[in-house]
Structure formats: structure tokens, C-alpha cells
Nanobody
Framework: VQLQASGGGLVQAGGSLRLSCAASGRTFNMYQMGWFRQAPGKEREFVAA????????YYTDSVKGRFTISRDNAKNTVSLQMNSLKPEDTAVYYC????????????WGRGTLVTVSS
């Protein structure tokens, strides 16, 4: 599956952004999807994930209550709604997919930059 993320930009602290990731292929619903981010000078970190059916979601502690991951299997898209953004959310955000729920994420899209100003 090929992935293309979009929706990044510049926003003030407290604002919102919605990231989207479009996937190619007819087997999108067979992949668990995730969002990761990499801030300047830091390692890439997990942000959120959603299971194949969308029935379960997972978040890193720092975004719980502020970010929401969702997917539309009919449209082959996964989204990340980000509210109450903080300067420390500034990073390049990547969407990723994995076929095996217990395996690593092995399909990555190009990132989209999110910059949160204070």
C-alpha cells in the first residue's frame, strides 16, 4: 500500500489541524494504520494507531484527549484530528501501515510538517 499524508501547516497554540492520509490499493482495510511524528533533533515517535475495522484506537499519553484518529475504509483514508495544539506538537507527521498487527509498520508515506507557534 502506498501512502500520502497531507494537511500540515502553521497554527497557533490552542488551534486545530486535521491530517489526512490517502492510501492506494484495494486492501486498505487489511492494514492497521498509525501516525508517527519526528520533531527536530528527536527520534520518530508513535502518536496514534487504529485497527483494521476502526474498532480500537491507541494514543501516546501526550496526545490523549486532544488527538483523534479515524479511518474511512470506503475511501481508503485515515485521519488525525489534532485539537488544543501545543508548541511541542511541532514535528513532521507520518502515516504508516502494517499488515500484521503484531509486526512492525512497514509502509510509510512522506511526512507532512506541522508547526505550532506559541
Amino acid at each position: 500500500v502506498q501512502l500520502q499524508a497531507s494537511g500540515g501547516g502553521l497554527v497557533q497554540a490552542g488551534g486545530s489541524l486535521r491530517l489526512s492520509c490517502a492510501a492506494s490499493g484495494r486492501t486498505f482495510n487489511m492494514y492497521q494504520m498509525g501516525w508517527f511524528r519526528q520533531a527536530p533533533g528527536k527520534e520518530r515517535e508513535f502518536v496514534a494507531a487504529i485497527t483494521r475495522s476502526g474498532g480500537s484506537t491507541y494514543y501516546t499519553d501526550s496526545v490523549k484527549g486532544r488527538f483523534t484518529i479515524s479511518r474511512d475504509n470506503a475511501k481508503n483514508t485515515v485521519s488525525l484530528q489534532m485539537n488544543s495544539l501545543k508548541p511541542e506538537d511541532t514535528a513532521v507527521y507520518y502515516c504508516a501501515a502494517k499488515y500484521s498487527p503484531r509486526g512492525p509498520y512497514d509502509n510509510w508515506g512522506r511526512g507532512t510538517l506541522v508547526t505550532v507557534s506559541s
